[in-house]
T-cell receptor, first 114, second 116 residues
Framework: DQQVKQNSPSLSVQEGRISILNCDYT??????FLWYKKYPAEGPTFLIS?????DKNEDGRFTVFLNKSAKHLSLHIVPSQPGDSAVYFC?????????????FGKGTKLSVIP | DTGVSQDPRHKITKRGQNVTFRCDPI?????LYWYRQTLGQGPEFLTY????????KSRLLSDRFSAERPKGSFSTLEIQRTEQGDSAMYLC????FGQGGNTEAFFGQGTRLTVV
């Protein structure tokens, strides 16, 4: 049973436009959420995170929104750049101070078209 | 380079052989994690250490798998009697856990295992 779901395997966006990547979770015990970016033949790279006590976190071009009641989060990239083309993984954990065992979604492949 | 380092990057082995992978975490990080990623899936948690103590193991970690972190620095993951289903990318990550909580996990580049 997938506890973290990324229902869009791929997404194509024009350079300069907004990219919106979505993630849903089912386990209400999750209270810390992260986004990782992965290029081919490399390990995942941490991008941005959000605690369940917040509904928005922003870092430069990247903003993560959390809707706890809907168990949904999204990553917005504005403006999108060709270098953003990668696979994006949504991950969740129970407690930032805890074991930090991450549960990942299957990923969304983002292609930013010049 | 002060990131998480994994060795080897690629390993091809015959079914039934034993393999061992090594992970060197970021030096000041006291937590070390092993994940496995198969094609089309996200990484799946296997186990983690705080210093030299192995604190949690996933059900995915069968008896053929063993992980160690003898001195609280580098870690090894051994797979005995490999099976074709063990073919995957094995990812190591590390983080710093302290009074302020846990930092985000930083991943290495992974070891790609192919069992033929």
């Amino acid at each position: 049973d997938q506890q973290v779901k990324q229902n869009s395997p791929s997404l194509s966006v024009q350079e300069g436009r907004i990219s919106i990547l979505n993630c849903d979770y089912t386990n209400s015990m999750f209270d810390y959420f992260l986004w990782y970016k992965k290029y081919p033949a490399e390990g995942p790279t941490f991008l941005i995170s959000i605690s369940s006590i917040k509904d928005k976190n922003e870092d430069g071009r990247f903003t993560v929104f959390l809707n706890k009641s809907a168990k949904h989060l999204s990553l917005h990239i504005v403006p999108s750049q060709p270098g953003d083309s990668a696979v994006y993984f949504c991950a969740a954990s129970r407690g930032r101070a805890g074991s930090y065992q991450l549960t990942f979604g299957k990923g969304t492949k983002l292609s930013v078209i010049p | 380079d002060t990131g998480v380092s994994q060795d080897p990057r690629h390993k091809i082995t015959k079914r039934g052989q034993n393999v061992t992978f090594r992970c060197d975490p970021i030096s000041e990080h006291n937590r070390l994690y092993w994940y496995r990623q198969t094609l089309g899936q996200g990484p799946e948690f296997l186990t983690y250490f705080q210093n030299e103590a192995q604190l949690e193991k996933s059900r995915l970690l069968s008896d053929r798998f063993s992980a160690e972190r003898p001195k609280g620095s580098f870690s090894t993951l051994e797979i005995q009697r490999t099976e074709q289903g063990d073919s995957a990318m094995y990812l190591c990550a590390s983080s710093k856990f302290g009074q302020g909580g846990n930092t985000e996990a930083f991943f290495g580049q992974g070891t790609r295992l192919t069992v033929v």
